[in-house]
């Protein structure tokens, strides 16, 4: 009997809303229409508002400098410049300086020296004399290499057997 009673009370709500009118159904409609928009246009105000990066970094500078910090590393390790090879060369040269100028201070700390500060003098003298020698040896092999270099290319450039035969021609008769 219960279930007699629901099945006539939903029949009953049923008819109620069949025998609305058309205008009825249409403002109905418009009402749920303006309530939607309202809702998203505050949903899209709340978006927003949630996305304004500038609305973060006044509410929290620190977290910002800390984040723009970083990013700003990660792109600086993406775009490091990379050695030329001239300068990876003069890097390997320095190097090996260095290690040639440890090897002599060791060698000289090995000497014994009088407690007056002579040691450190004749120390420093003997490693600049070495430095400067080194230095003028290298000097000299890249300037032997230039030369060499050079030399290659004028030969390249001189021209054949009979226009240097008359080149000569020409020459020993404006001398004579």
């Known amino acids: 009997m219960v279930e007699r009673n629901k099945l006539i ?8 809303e069949d025998d609305r009118s058309a205008d009825e159904i249409r403002r109905d409609i418009a009402n749920r229409r303006e309530s ?20 973060y970094v006044a ?14 590393f990660l792109f600086s390790g993406m775009f490091k410049r990379t050695p030329t090879p001239g300068e990876r060369i003069m890097d390997a040269v320095a190097e090996s300086l260095e290690d040639m100028r440890d ?15 002579v040691g450190k003098t004749v120390k420093a003298a003997a490693t600049a004399i070495i430095t400067k020698q080194i230095a003028d040896y290298l000097k000299d092999k890249l300037t032997a290499k230039i030369e060499s270099s050079n030399n290659r290319i004028k030969q390249a450039d001189i021209s054949t057997p009979k226009e240097e ?3 000569t021609a020409v020459n020993s008769e404006m001398g004579t």
Do not use: C, M
């Open 59 to 72: 509410d929290y500078p620190f977290v910002a400098i800390g984040v723009a910090a970083g990013v700003g």
């Open 103 to 117: 090897r002599l201070y060791s060698t000289f700390d090995d000497l014994p020296l009088k407690k007056n500060g």
């Open 36 to 55: 939607l928009t309202g809702t998203v246009e505050r949903l899209g105000d709340h978006i927003q508002q949630r996305l304004d990066w500038r609305q």
């Open 165 to 167: 035969r008359a080149r």
């Open 9 to 16: 009370s939903r029949s009953n709500s049923e008819t109620r």
